[in-house]
């Protein structure tokens, strides 16, 4: 099992997880950041580092959010990996709730 981050993630891209990351399996896409499962070594140091609790192991993904699963395991190895600390996103600020709801899983 690997890491997945899901749902929260998307159109903000904090980027406290990725800089306690020891096996820098992070992978930046556009609007959200993606954990590669053949990188991860499951070891959970990235959980309590995101602000929007959007990384969970894999076996613990909400219900809602499991398409997430795959969608990490397709869009890491073709997103380029990040490995430093960045902004967030500018348009973060305007999220009305952070836990999101929304299916956001198509604006990738």
């Not at 219900?63 to 869009?75: I, S, T």
């Amino acid at each position: 099992m690997a890491m997945v981050v899901t749902e929260p993630c998307f159109g903000c891209k904090f980027t406290d997880c990725v800089v306690v990351c020891p096996t820098e399996c992070f992978h930046e896409g556009e609007s959200m950041l993606f954990i590669n499962p053949d990188e991860c070594i499951d070891c959970g140091a990235c959980v309590p580092e995101c602000p929007v609790s959007a990384i969970f192991y894999e076996g613990d993904v909400p219900a809602a959010w499991k398409g997430y699963v795959e969608l990490n395991r397709e869009m890491a190895p073709v997103c380029p990996p990040i490995r430093e600390r960045k902004a967030p996103l500018p348009e973060r600020e305007r999220l009305p709730d952070e836990t999101g709801g929304g299916d956001r899983m198509n604006g990738r």
